[in-house]
C-alpha cells in the first residue's frame, strides 16, 4: 500500500499536536473572554500558518507544513473527515419539530431573513461584481448566486449559544430565532448544494445540471421523511442487541460516511450528506442524552479545532485582507438579514425591541460562514479576497450580536458566584467552630483590598446571622450583608474540617462557608449569589468532596466537572 | 494545496462507511457469540480485502479501495492516526501502581513470562530461521529477536475481558494476571521498539543504534517518573481553568499527538510515544471517569473497527495462509508463555490448578501481536506469511483462553437473567390487577414450549406467593417456583399499566413482573436470578420507565443502555 515515509508521519503528528493543542489553547483564552471558542481557533491556523508563522520563519514553516509529498494529501484527508464529522453534529442539533411549532411566526422570520439579504446579494453580485469581489473569468451567474447565498446563511450553534448566555433561549423571541435559524440553515445549504452542482456540471450543460438539482432535492426529501423513519426504527433496535453505545456510534458515523459518500457522488460536497444525516438522526427520540453527549463533546473538541485551524494554514489573512470588500460584505449581508429578520417578527406580532433583537440575533454567522466559504474557495468559485471578507464577517458579527442583543433587551448575563471567587479570599482550614469568630476571619478576607473596615463588616453579617441562620442544607452557609460604600461585591469562601455551628436546619455542621458583601445599593446582586450558590450546591456530593479539597484549583476544579457531568446529563 | 480529488473524495467516505459498518457488524456478531470483538472486526477486513472480495470481484475491489493515487495515502493516514490513539487508550487502562501492589508474584509471573517464550522464540528463530518464517535475506539476529518478542507479548484488553467475564477480575489471581501482563506489555514494547531502532539504524551502525536505545530509554524513564508527575499536576489546573471535558481531552490528545510524534523522531513507532503517554495519563487520579469513557467509547467503537478492519485489506489470508508456520508459531508461544507464567504462579505460593489458569490467562494476545505483527510487516522485517500466522495465533488464543480458564477453574459465567427474557414469553398489558390471575397468564407463557402443565406452575407459583410476598423496591414482583421435571429456566415478563396488588412493603402496586420456573434440582441457578433482577432493578427510574416499555424490543434497549450508563459512571 502506497503510505506515509517515516519522516512524513513524524511530521503529521508534530502538525496534529501544534494545531490541535495551539486551537484548544487560543479557543480557551477566547470563552475565558466570554467570545465564542471559533474565534480561538481560527486565530490558531493564522497564526501558525503564512499569516504570521510562515512570514516569520518560511523554512520552519515548510519544515512543520510542508506543501508537497504526501503530507498534504493525508492532512486534507483528516481535515474533511473532521469538518463532515463537525457538520453531524451541527446537523442532529436541528429540531425539525420546532420549526412546526413555532409555526408562522418562524416561517416568516426564516423566509423573509433569507430573501432579503439574498435578493440584496444577488443584485451587488450581478449589477456589480467587482465590488463584491468577483473575480475575472468566473461565472457570473454561477458567483452571484453564491454570493447571495453568502449573505444569508446563518449559524444555529453560535446562536445557541448566545441565547443561552442571555438566558432567553426558553423564552418566546429565543425559540423562534432557533426555529428560523433552523429554516435559514436548510434553505441556505440546499442552495449552496445546487450551486456547487451547477458548478461541477460545467461539462455536461443543463440536462446535468437538472441531474444533480433533482438527485440533491431527492435526497433531501428521502433523508427527512423515509430516512428519518427508519433510523427511529433502528435505533430501539440496535440498542437492544448491540454493546452499547458501541453500536449507536457505530451506526451514527457510518451512516454519516455513507451519506456523505452519497452526496459527494451527486456532485455536491460530503459535508451536506453528512448534515442531513445528522438532522435525521438527531430527530429521533431514541437517541439517548449519553450518546449525544460523546459524538457531539469529542467532535466538538478534537475534530472541530483541528479544522478550524486548518483553515489558517491555506491562507494568508493579511495579504488578502481587503477592508473595503470586507465593509460591502459586512453591510449588505448585516443590513440585509437584520431588516428581514426584524421585519419578520414584527409581522408575526413582536414587539419593536424584540423584533430587532431577533433579527441582530440572526446575523451572527459563525462556523457555518466560514465553511461555505472555504467550499467555495475549494471549488474556484471565489479567491482569497473574497474568503478572508466572508470570514472576517463571520467573526465579527458572532463577537457583537450578543452584546447589541444583550444591550437592545437590557438583559444581563446571570451573575454567578465564580465570577466574585478568587484564590486570594480563600481560606482552606477554618481553625474554629465557632460561627461568629469564623465570620470575623472570613470578613477580614473579604475586606481585602477595600475600603470597608472588616470589623464593621464582621458586626454586620453576624447581626444578619443572628435574625435568621442563613445556612443552607448538606453544610453550606451562605452568612452576607450588604455594605454601605462598597463598590463591588466581595466574597470569602471558607472551609471548616471540622465544621463550625451555624445552626443549619438538619443540625449538622457546616463545612462551607461563603461570606458574601454586597453593595448597599443592589439588593439584585445579593439574591442573585444567593440563588447560584444554592443551585451550584444542591448535591450533597459536591459538598462532600468541595469540603476536602486542598487548595482554591482544586475546589475550582471539583464545581467545574461536576457542572459539566450535570449539564452533559441533564 | 495538494489535495484528494473529487472522486477521491468519494471514494474516501465509501470506504470508511463499508469499513467502520462490517466491522462493527461483524465485532457486534461475534460479541454475541461472547468472542471478542476484534475478531469480528479483522474478519470483515478480510472479507474487504484481497482475500475474500478482491478476489471475487477484483474490478469492484479496485474501485472501492484503489491502491494508487491519493486514496490509499489518505486512508494510511487515519489508520495511523487511529492506532495511536487505540494505543493511547490501551496505556490509560496501564495502572502501575497495580504492578507494585502485586508485588513478588506479578514480578515472577512477568518476567517468567516473558523469559520463557522469549528464549525458546529466540533459540528457534536463531537456529532454524526457516521453520520461523524467515525470509531469505533478512538480518538473523534482528529477526531472532523480533521472532522472540512475538511469542512473549500479552495482551491486557483482551486478558481483561476474559477475567471480567470469569468474575475473577477481582480475584488474588485475577489481579497477578492484570499486573503480570503489565510488566509483560511494558517490557515487551520496549524491546520491540529497540528492534525498530536496530532496523532503522542499519546505515549508522553501532552508535546510531545506541543513540536510538538510549533515547528511548530516557524517553519512557522521564514520561514514567517526571512526565507522570507533571500530568498529575496539570490536570487540576486544565479542569479549573477550561470548558469541561474540552480542556482534558485536548490536553490528552495533543500529548497522544506530541509523544507520537517524538518516538517517531527517535526512529521508533509514533504508536510508542502514544502508549507510553496513556500510562502517564492514566494513571492520574485526577483524569474524571467521564473523560475517561468518552476517549474510551470513541476511539475502541470507531477509531478500533476502523483500523482492525483496514488490516485485512493489506494481506491476502488465503494465500499467505502456511499450516506449518501457524503450528510452530502457536506451539512456541503458548508452550513457553503458559509454561513460563504457570511456574512463576507456583513460585509466588498459588495451587498448582490456579497458577494454570493464570498461565492459559496469559496467553491471550488479542490486539497487542496483530499491532506488533503489522508494524513488523510494515518495516519490511517479516513477510505476509508469518504476519498470517501471528494474526491467527493472536486470535485463536483470545477465543480459546477463556474457555480454557473457565474449564481450569470450573467457573462459570454468572447467570443473567437477560439470557432467558424473550420476546414470546413478555406481555405488555397484563390486564388485571389480581395477582392470582397475573400468575396464572404468566404461567402459561411460561410454560410455552415445555412439558410442563401451566396449572400446576401457577399452583406452585402462587403457593410460594402466599408464603411469602416476592415483591421487591419500586414496583417489582419476581414470582417463582422450581418445577419438578423442567429442564432449563423458563420466564415470562409481565408489565402491567394499572398495577398488580402484590402485597408489596411500600404499599404501591406492583408494575413489572418477572415469573420464573426453574428445574427442581438446581437451586443455584434460581437465587442468580433473582439476584441478578434485584440488582438490575434497584433504580426505581429504569423500572419507571420500563413499565412504560411498548414492545419487548424496547423493554431490552432500556436495561442494555441503562446498565451501560451505570457502568460507564462507576
Redesign the interface.
Known sequence: ????S?HE??????A??VL??TA?LL??LA?RFRQP?ILGEILAGILLGPTVFGAIAPEWSRLLFP??G?F???????V??SI?LFLLVAGMEVDLSTVFRQGKAAFHVGLLGMAFPFSAGLALAWFFPRLAGAEAGSDPLIFALFFATAMAISALPVIVKILIDLNLFRTDPGMVVVASAILLDLLGWNIFAIILGML?GGGGGISHLGRTIGLTLLFVATMLTIGRWLIDRIL??I?????????V???A???G??C??VT??IGIH?IFGAFIFGVALGDSG?L?A?TR???E??I???FA?IFFASIG??VNFVANFDIGLILVVLLIGSAGMISGCTLGARMSGFKAREALAIGFAMNARGAMEIILGLLAL?AGLIRERLFVALVTMALFTSLTSGSIVQAILRRKRPVQFQDYATGKKFNVDLGTSDPKTAIRELARLACAGTEVDPEVAAEAVWRRERAMSTSLDHGVAVPHARIDGLKSPQMAIGISPTGVDFDSMDGRPTHLIFLMLTPRDDQRIQLDLLADIGRTFRDPVLVERCSQSRNF??F??LI??H???RH?SE
Do not use: K
Open positions: 500500500m502506497n503510505g506515509l517515516h508521519m513524524t511530521v503529521l503528528f508534530f496534529l499536536a490541535l493543542g484548544r479557543g480557551e470563552t471558542a506543501t508537497d504526501n498534504p494529501v493525508a492532512l486534507h484527508g483528516l474533511t473527515v463532515s461541477g430501539p433496535w440498542q437492544a442487541h448491540t454493546r452499547w453505545p458501541g453500536g456510534l457505530g451506526f458515523l457510518t451512516g460516511f455513507l456523505a459518500a459527494e457522488l460530503a431514541h439517548r449519553h453527549t460523546i459524538l463533546q469529542f466538538s473538541f478534537i479545532p494554514l491555506q475549494q484549583t482544586e475550582l476544579a467545574r466537572s457542572l459539566g457531568e452533559a
